[in-house]
């Protein structure tokens, strides 16, 4: 059987809810609504709304990939 190495996930993109909460605040998002452990923001210029899990301390990768995708930003 061959030796397979696991493809580990990139870690320096975790983070928790807060520290992401402070990037899209920083880029112009606001909180538009907060409904139960998510809180929804909103852009003046950006279409759509970025939803956020919070409070939460590891945001998995696919889960931050989406918040990513839904701010408009470069995942690379």
Do not use: C
């Not at 190495?5 to 606001?30: A, C, D, F, V």
């Not at 909103?42 to 279409?47: A, Q, R």
């Not at 956020?52 to 930003?73: E, F």
């Amino acid at each position: 059987m061959p030796n397979r190495k696991q493809k580990r996930p990139n870690w320096k993109r975790l983070r928790n809810s807060r520290k992401l909460i402070k990037q899209l605040e920083r880029k112009g998002w606001y909180l538009h609504n907060s409904k139960g452990d998510h809180h929804h923001f909103k852009h003046n210029t950006e279409p759509g709304k970025v939803t956020v899990p919070h409070p939460k301390k590891d945001i998995a990768i696919s889960t931050l990939r989406r918040i990513y995708r839904q701010a408009g930003w470069d995942w690379n």
